[in-house]
């Protein structure tokens, strides 16, 4: 099972970091990711990291101001988020993939219920 929290308001400029609990004992088996759905708009992806930490992924439009970390000991997936611009306003997912940490949303197994990140003035 994963939980996502941290979201809420930020003016554009602004910094979030998002957590994902998960619970069991398998979560350093799993390369994780974090997706984003905005109003009207399809699931997207946002970063991913492997079992271990050593390898990332991020889509373009982060690239720079998002960073994707996790602390197996922990059982947490973060997402620090900086330079937030209204455009990043979405529903953010957690997920687990026991595959490759995969930029598809279809390779996923298990997702968070998602928290809502809302950038506006």
């Known amino acids: 099972q994963l939980q996502a929290s941290g979201g809420g308001w930020v003016q554009p400029g602004g910094s979030l970091r998002l957590s994902c609990a998960a619970s069991?004992?398998?979560?350093?088996?799993?390369?994780m990711g974090w997706f984003r759905q905005a109003p009207g708009k399809e699931r997207e992806f946002v970063a991913a990291i492997n079992w271990s930490g050593g390898s990332t992924n991020y889509a373009d439009s982060v690239k720079g101001r998002f960073t994707i970390s996790r602390n197996n000991y922990k059982n947490t997936l973060y997402l620090q988020m900086n330079s937030l611009k209204p455009e990043d306003t979405a529903v953010y997912y957690c997920?687990?993939?026991?595959?490759?940490?995969?930029?598809?949303?279809?390779?996923?197994?298990?997702w968070g219920q998602g928290t809502l990140v809302t950038v506006s003035s």
């Open positions: 997920a687990a993939d026991l595959g490759r940490y995969s930029n598809s949303r279809y390779d996923y197994d298990y």
């Open positions: 069991g004992r398998t979560f350093s088996s799993y390369a």
